[in-house]
């Protein structure tokens, strides 16, 4: 009894692999900032140290209220760029623009409210000479603000880049990288909050 030769078609799928997000630029951009941020932290933590005094009552004459502020704009400007990358990842171009667009406006709330607090400091007499930890508190939180504005930047160009259709599912590296960098400034600011306007 003979048998016929059989060929059986064997179904693979592709192997799963990590792919690390964004691009590689973007992840240098992120660690020279993470670094930058360490040394000015450790910078407060050393001022701390020599001036326990000033940083118990510091964050007693700050507007607490602008920092509370500004965390929710940046907290809600990130999970509307969390919702802008699930969107392109259906292809649903459209509703990524508009996440995007929520996230910028939500993100220029940032400035405006800081511009508000700067303002008020000033009237109530807080400068940078007004102690060492004002004046660290200064320079920490407006660096802070110029990252912010190139991130800003960032989705701006990203935000054009959907609009013109160049982003898809199979492609949204740039897009990936903005939102990476916005996420990096968010966590950045949660540590800014609680050191400024919370720890005593």
Not at 12 to 40: A, D
Request: hydrophobic share 50%; glycine share 8%.
């Amino acid at each position: 009894m003979s048998h016929s030769d059989t060929t059986v078609e064997r179904v693979t799928t592709p192997p799963l692999y990590s792919r690390i997000p964004g691009n590689g630029g973007i992840w240098v951009g992120i660690f020279c900032v993470l670094v930058e941020f360490t040394l000015l932290f450790a910078v407060y933590f050393i001022a701390k140290v020599h001036n326990p005094e000033a940083f118990n009552s510091g964050p007693d004459k700050l507007l607490t209220t602008a920092g509370i502020t500004i965390t929710l704009f940046l907290l809600t400007s990130g999970y509307c760029m969390v919702k802008a990358i699930e969107a392109i990842r259906r292809d649903n171009k459209q509703v990524t623009l508009r996440w995007i667009i929520a996230a910028i406006v939500l993100g220029f709330g940032y400035p405006i409210v800081k511009i508000f607090e700067i303002r008020w400091n000033i009237a109530n007499g807080i400068d940078g000479e007004t102690g060492t930890f004002y004046t660290i508190y200064y320079y920490l939180t407006l660096n802070h603000l110029v990252h912010v504005g190139w991130a800003l930047l960032g989705l701006f160009w990203v935000a054009i880049r959907t609009g013109f259709g160049i982003y898809s599912s199979k492609d949204y590296q740039g897009l990936e990288a903005a939102a990476l960098f916005w996420h990096t400034t968010d966590v950045i600011w949660l540590i800014i909050f609680p050191l400024f306007y919370i720890l005593r």
